[in-house]
């Protein structure tokens, strides 16, 4: 067995592993090293290196169960720089499922009464850490004794582990309130925080403690008046505000205490204006602190004046540089745009402008922007959410929180401001609603009737027709949950296709998806089949080349192979290659229809089944090719088709720009292996003099 | 309070965690996978708030190294900053200008120091120089303690 390392020689030769297997190699002949040396009884002081390169090598993500009793004898040790690892590893292996970590509990017991304050510091840091309810229950009254008697360093430990004890036995809060009381009395800021943080738990878990902690109030607001105009305090400075940390624990705990109770807020009053109006807003901590001021007061009984001061902050806060402290007003303002609009309404201004910003403050600002809309500034919104279009598609993209409430913005902007949109749009949109299988009877009937309205907007017309002639089934069913009810015929929605396919504002795009929606539409509607071949004759010898190429394969399908009609109903493709793919589709439909007919399948028309025109399992010559066939989206169509219908899907969301048909296929073929490899940045070595940091970079910036 | 805190480079290898619930193995690494992947994956600019399930997530990027600190939904965000802040300062007073392979070297005086600043997912301590001071004491003992021990004995 060869000699084990010291730890810092066995990270470097991990490190230095040019491959995972090498690694490997490394990390097995360290660990078995490692099992040796704590099979042995005494090995002087490298005990706790071994247990260190465990940890190193656990923290990879290789196992490390084999040291969980290792740490318990290291626990137990005399040493304290054993006891320091045996801790830490603790910590790391053990948790309350493991049965292991029970045989510690006799060890922090002896290790909170140690003579030596760090080393109860450990016992502390460790029960607080991974404490179970029995170890907490075994222990509470040491902890008790250690919050009332001792030195502030073991204090503040002390409170902070009776806190975890609180929340994994509750009842055990009675046990620490009355110390909790007494620590507010302290001046040492580390056992105030600690103090604030118990009785904040206590108050949280427990409303008769709330009622019994009212009376701290006033000690509070004593504390916090300390910090706020006390001179400059080295120990606890931070960019000019003294103790931030505890200034919003305090703050918190003031909210708790002030929530739904006219005197307790009224005598927090003169304070949190005073921290309003003082507190130095320059740097992100100060922010921090006026962001808490802002949720207590807004959350507290507070009067009138004081809401508006806290609103008019949040106001400030929008117009920030500091994206983080935008995101943060945009939050705040949408909690309280229900009961406080008014005050809201006066930034409406700034909160339109965040919709310029390409980020997660945007879903914000869009969310409180519609919420602000009312029938005084409907224009005038309107307007600026127009400009501000295509910021909203893209954040709608990355942030919706719902489908729904996705699929309703971007119909809403498409409506409003339609001719401001990226061509993309058009697919993306019908890539979601396709995944939104839930709401397609809502989005179509919304749609239909969006259509109806207005055809002036391509974007919104295309989809509009995709959705018909790929959910028209739905529409003509009529009853949808979401919308109110209204009754669609066959021939209203093809007066809307054929609307669509005449009209002068249809650019021959949006006319190719008005004739495919016609299409469609025939194999899921069943009396005006005639009228639909008409209309498709009819463009077989329209000017548009696309559209009379379109017109004249559809009606191929209707002539000759009447029963495959029904494929149209599975062309279920989308993107700006529509066109391009269901011309390939339908060329190898009619190629499959010549292979059947050699097949001698039979030309029994097979009957239109349900909602989405699937062929039924009859048992044609051809049914079982069909079967396989007719298949919505998953099941493979003929080879040809299941290239271009499978790779579209991931196509689309990379790609803007249109394809010839030669190209669609073999393009969207190769992209699919883009979108699965991930990129791998280069592993980073010391010596590389890359713009990039490197590990020997200095973390303090500036 | 705090659930977790995570350290990793920009090639998503882990540095240091720290669990302040009980969490099984297998859900850690699902959680160290849903993070780096979410967190390399933000734009420069982007802001640093994200949620995920019920918590918030706050990173920040130091040089290589991205810390990303999980919180219960009722904290405040920014403040979750500073306590990043005020860490990567402790870690600076102690090791001197600070990079990241002194984390990777030194990891076990990385967790020493995180628990004289944090415990149970809150903050212990809000003084710098009492941390400090601490850490000092206790490296100080361990080196007492330890040629105390090597002491032949008796």
Redesign the interface.
């Given at each position: 067995m060869s000699p084990s390392i010291p730890l810092?020689e066995m990270?470097r030769a991990i490190?230095s592993a040019r491959t995972q297997c090498e690694e490997r190699g490394v990390i097995q002949r360290e660990c078995a090293a490692i099992r040796a040396q704590f099979r042995q009884v005494d090995n002087?002081?490298a005990r706790s290196h071994n247990l260190?390169k465990l940890?190193?090598v656990h923290?990879?993500?290789y196992p490390a169960h084999f040291g969980q009793m290792e740490c318990v004898r290291m626990i137990a040790s005399p040493?304290?720089?054993e006891k320091?690892?045996g801790y830490?590893g603790a910590m790391m292996l053990l948790?309350?499922?493991q049965d292991a970590s029970l045989l510690i509990t006799n060890s922090i017991k002896n290790d909170l009464a140690h003579s030596?304050q760090?080393v109860q510091s450990l016992a502390?840091?460790t029960l607080?850490?991974?404490g179970?309810a029995e170890m907490c229950r075994d222990l509470a009254p040491e902890i008790d004794r250690l919050l009332r008697a001792s030195n502030s360093?073991i204090k503040?430990?002390a409170a902070?582990?009776a806190?975890?004890i609180v929340r994994k036995v509750h009842d055990l809060g009675e046990l620490f309130a009355p110390a909790a009381r007494s620590l507010l009395a302290e001046k040492n800021?580390?056992v105030l925080?600690?103090a604030v943080?118990l009785i904040t738990q206590l108050c949280e878990r427990n409303p008769e403690a709330l009622e019994r902690f009212r009376k701290t109030v006033p000690d509070l607001v004593q504390i916090m008046k300390g910090l706020v105009i006390s001179g400059y305090s080295?120990?606890?400075d931070?960019a000019g505000i003294s103790?931030?940390?505890?200034q919003?624990r305090i703050l918190?705990l003031l909210r708790i205490l002030g929530r739904h109770n006219e005197t307790a807020s009224d005598a927090m009053n003169d304070l949190l204006a005073q921290v309003a109006t003082n507190t130095d807003s320059t740097k992100?901590?100060g922010?921090?602190v006026l962001?808490?001021t802002v949720?207590t007061v807004l959350d507290i009984k507070s009067e009138s004046g004081l809401r508006v001061l806290a609103v008019n902050i949040l106001g400030r806060f929008l117009l920030n540089n500091d994206?983080?402290?935008?995101?943060?007003a945009m939050t705040s303002l949408q909690r309280i745009v229900g009961t406080d609009h008014n005050a809201v309404q006066r930034h409406r201004g700034t909160i339109v402008d965040c919709l310029k910003d390409q980020?997660?403050?945007v879903n914000r600002a869009l969310e409180l922007s519609l919420a602000l809309v009312s029938a005084s500034n409907i224009r005038t919104m309107m307007k600026e959410l127009a400009q501000a279009a295509s910021g909203i598609f893209h954040a709608a993209e990355r942030y919706a929180p719902s489908q729904r409430w996705h699929i309703d913005t971007i119909l809403h902007v498409l409506t409003t401001a339609g001719g401001d949109v990226r061509d993309e749009t058009v697919p993306n949109l019908i890539q979601l609603i396709t995944n939104t299988s839930e709401l397609h009877c809502y989005t179509v009937h919304k749609l239909y009737r969006a259509l109806l309205t207005d055809i002036s907007q391509p974007s919104l017309v295309q989809v509009a027709c995709w959705c018909i002639g790929e959910y028209g089934d739905l529409l003509l069913k009529g009853e949808c949950q979401e919308t109110e009810p209204s009754q669609v015929t066959e021939d209203d929605a093809l007066d809307a296709l054929e609307t669509v396919l005449q009209s002068h504002m249809s650019s021959p795009a949006t006319r190719g998806f008005a004739l495919t929606a016609t299409m469609k539409l025939s194999t899921r509607i069943t009396e005006n089949v005639d009228r639909i071949r008409s209309i498709v004759s009819i463009y077989g010898s329209c000017m548009d080349v696309e559209l009379q190429q379109r017109a004249v394969e559809y009606n191929a399908l209707f002539r000759k192979y009447d029963h495959m009609r029904y494929l149209t109903s599975v062309l279920y493709v989308i993107g700006s290659n529509e066109e391009a793919v269901v011309s390939i589709s339908v060329r190898c439909s009619l190629q499959v229809c010549d292979l059947l007919d050699l097949l001698g399948g039979s030309e029994e028309p097979l009957q239109p089944s349900t909602a989405l025109g699937l062929p039924n399992s009859t048992s044609t010559a051809g049914g079982d090719l069909l079967d396989l066939l007719g298949g919505l989206e998953l099941t493979p169509l003929a080879p040809g088709l299941t290239h271009a219908h499978t790779h579209t899907h991931t196509h689309t969301h990379t790609h803007t720009h249109t394809h010839t048909h030669t190209h669609t296929h073999t393009h969207t073929h190769t992209h699919t292996h883009t979108l699965v490899e991930t990129e791998r940045?280069p592993?980073?070595k010391?010596l590389t003099k890359t713009k990039?940091?490197?590990?020997?970079?200095?973390?303090?910036?500036k | 309070m705090m659930r977790f805190l995570l350290l990793f480079?920009?090639?998503g290898k882990?540095?240091?965690?720290k669990w302040?619930t009980?969490?099984?193995e297998r859900e850690k690494?699902k959680i160290i996978r849903d993070m780096t992947s979410m967190v390399l994956a933000r734009q420069p600019?982007?802001?640093?708030?994200?949620h995920w399930k019920d918590l918030k997530i706050i990173y920040k990027r130091?040089?290589?190294?991205y810390f990303c600190l999980a919180v219960d939904n009722q904290e405040?965000?920014?403040?979750a900053?500073?306590?990043i802040h005020r860490y990567?300062?402790l870690?600076?007073k102690y090791f001197g200008?600070?990079?990241?392979?002194d984390i990777?070297?030194n990891?076990?005086k990385a967790?020493?120091i995180l628990?004289e600043f944090l415990?149970?997912g809150?903050?212990?301590?809000?003084?710098k120089?009492?941390v400090n001071r601490?850490i000092e004491?206790?490296d100080m003992?361990?080196e007492t303690?330890?040629e105390y021990?090597?002491k032949p004995a008796f």
């Open positions: 810092q990270i490190r002087g002081g260190a940890l190193y923290m990879l993500g040493r304290y720089s320091r690892v830490l948790d309350e499922k030596n760090y502390l840091c607080a850490c991974m179970s360093y503040k430990k902070l582990c806190v975890h800021h580390g925080h600690g943080v080295p120990e606890h931070v103790d931030p940390f505890l919003v918190r992100t901590v922010n921090a962001y808490e949720l994206r983080n402290i935008r995101y943060i980020d997660a403050s940045e592993e980073v010391n990039l940091q490197t590990e020997t970079s200095s973390l303090r910036i | 480079s920009r090639q882990l540095r240091l965690q302040f009980p969490i099984s690494k600019r982007s802001c640093n708030f994200l130091y040089a290589s190294l405040n965000e920014l403040l900053l500073e306590v990567v300062e870690l600076d200008n600070v990079c990241e392979l990777i070297f990891f076990e967790y020493f628990d415990i149970g809150e903050i212990q301590e809000t003084s120089q009492v601490c004491s206790s003992l361990q303690m330890e021990m090597s």
